[in-house]
């Protein structure tokens, strides 16, 4: 009887922290557009892509989708895919700081992923902040489905023994 509701706990509090997270992440990016336009421009650069062109549309597409994961991780009819979404986006960020620090060999650069207020340099420590965030995301996946599926069945119960 415990284990359900531990779950169901788990779920929302990760629920709570992947929105927060995201959102923090996103505003703080707004505050600081231009800033964090120019770290996308210096990681484009770096990764030979044409920097000029690509720069606003990838900050906007960044900060975006952040904003997106929060609807998602926020409708109830969409948390799973939101949990799916966030993964990939910290997979993504936490891919692309390990290849531009061993692969491109890129000096230190601050990413700007909380706009500023919070330091964080691309890199492992980056990598490994990202990947543990998938955990979360994998509780928010696996476990809401099964809180679901038990809250519809106790309101189910409840009806039939009023």
Partial sequence: MKSP??????VQVSRLVLVALFIFTAVA???VI??????????????????????????VSVIS???????LLLVPR???????????LLMGFAGYA????????????ECGCFGGIIGSQLGV???????????PAGL????????????VFNSATDQATA
């Fill in 5 to 10: 509701l531990l779950l169901g706990w788990l």
């Fill in 29 to 31: 990016k707004l505050f």
């Fill in 140 to 151: 928010i996946f696996f476990g809401y489905s099964q809180i679901r599926k038990q809250s």
């Fill in 98 to 109: 390990l290849y531009y620090v061993y692969v491109l060999n890129g000096e230190p650069l």
């Fill in 125 to 135: 420590k980056t990598a490994l902040r990202n990947l543990a965030l998938l955990i």
């Fill in 34 to 59: 231009s800033t964090f336009a120019g770290n996308v421009a210096e990681l484009l650069s770096s990764s030979g892509l044409d920097y000029e062109r690509w720069t606003w549309p990838a900050t």
């Fill in 65 to 71: 989708v952040e904003f997106l994961v929060v609807i």
């Fill in 78 to 88: 969409t948390v799973r895919a939101g949990a799916v979404a966030a993964a990939v």
